[in-house]
C-alpha cells in the first residue's frame, strides 16, 4: 500500500509540475506574442514602406526584365536570365536615378527648412523666433551636450546618400546606356563622357523636377487642406496661419 500510495504522489507531483510548466510555456509565449505585437505597431510606418518598396521592386524588376528581353529579342539576341537582369546597368539605373532624386529632394527639406520658412505650413519652423528666452537659453544649454556631428547627423546622412547614389546614377546609367548602344552595334562611351552629354541631365533633370514639384505641393498645401489624425497635417482646428506643431 505504501509503495501504491508512493506511485500515486509521484504521478501527482509529475502532472502538477507538466501543467505549471505548460501554464509556463503558454505565458511566456502570450508574452513573446505581446511584444511581437507592440514592437510591428510601434514600428508599423517603417514595415508599410518597407512593404511597399518591396513589391514596387519586384514589380520593377518583373516588368522591366520583360521588357529588356523583348529589346534583345528584337536584335537577335539570347534573352537573359531574371536574376542576371538584376546584374545589368538597365535595372540598377533605373532605380538609382529615381533614389538619388528621392534622397536629394529630402535632403533639400532638411537642410533648407533649417533658415527658411513658410508661414502655415505644418513642418516649417515658425518665422517669429524669441532671442533671449528662458526657453531658448535651455536650448543652447542642452546642445552643448551633444556634438556637432549628431546635431547634424540627419542632414549629414541624406547628403552622404546623395553623392553615393548620384555617384552610382552616373556610373550604371552610363552602363545602360553603352548596353543600348551594344544592341545597336554602336562602340561604348567613357563615364566622363556620357556625364557632360545634354542625353544623362536631360533625364536626371526629369526626376529632379519631378521631386522638387512635389515637395512644393506639399507645403503648400498643407496650409490650407487637413488630414484628420495624420502626423503629417496640422490638426483640422488649427487655423491656416498656424505654422508647424504638425505633430503636437
Known amino acids: 500500500m505504501q509503495v501504491s500510495n508512493l506511485g500515486e504522489g509521484n504521478y501527482f507531483a509529475a502532472f502538477g509540475e507538466s501543467r505549471i510548466g505548460g501554464i509556463l510555456r503558454q ?19 517603417s514595415f508599410a514602406f518597407g512593404m511597399l518598396f518591396a513589391l514596387a521592386v519586384i514589380g520593377q524588376s518583373i516588368s522591366g526584365w520583360k521588357f529588356y528581353d523583348e529589346q ?7 534573352q537573359i536570365s531574371y536574376w542576371r ?7 540598377l539605373d533605373s532605380a538609382l536615378t ?3 532624386a528621392a534622397v536629394l529632394q529630402l535632403a533639400c527639406l532638411i537642410i533648407f527648412s533649417e533658415g527658411l520658412y513658410q508661414r502655415g505650413a505644418s513642418h516649417s519652423r515658425k518665422p517669429e523666433r ?5 526657453k531658448r537659453s535651455e536650448e543652447l544649454s542642452q546642445r552643448k551636450k551633444t556634438s556637432w556631428i549628431y546635431r547634424n547627423s540627419l542632414s549629414l546622412a541624406f547628403t552622404g546618400m546623395v553623392m553615393a547614389t548620384f555617384i552610382l546614377h552616373v556610373i550604371f546609367a552610363t552602363v545602360s546606356y553603352n548596353e543600348t548602344r551594344a544592341l545597336q552595334r554602336q562602340p561604348p562611351v567613357t563615364t566622363a563622357h556620357f556625364f557632360e552629354s545634354s542625353g544623362f541631365w536631360f533625364l536626371t533633370l526629369q526626376t529632379w523636377q519631378a521631386e522638387f514639384f512635389a515637395i512644393l505641393v506639399f507645403i503648400i498645401l498643407t496650409i490650407f ?8 497635417s496640422k490638426p483640422p482646428e488649427a487655423s491656416d496661419k498656424q505654422t508647424g506643431d504638425a505633430n503636437q
Open 27 to 45: 505565458l511566456r509565449i502570450s508574452g513573446m506574442r505581446q511584444k511581437l505585437r507592440k514592437f510591428f505597431r510601434e514600428n508599423s510606418l
Open 72 to 78: 534583345r529579342g528584337e536584335h537577335g539576341l539570347a
Open 85 to 91: 537582369f538584376w546584374r545589368t546597368g538597365t535595372f
Open 98 to 100: 529615381n533614389w538619388q
Open 130 to 134: 524669441k532671442h533671449g528666452s528662458r
Open 225 to 232: 487642406l487637413r488630414q484628420e489624425n495624420s502626423a503629417e
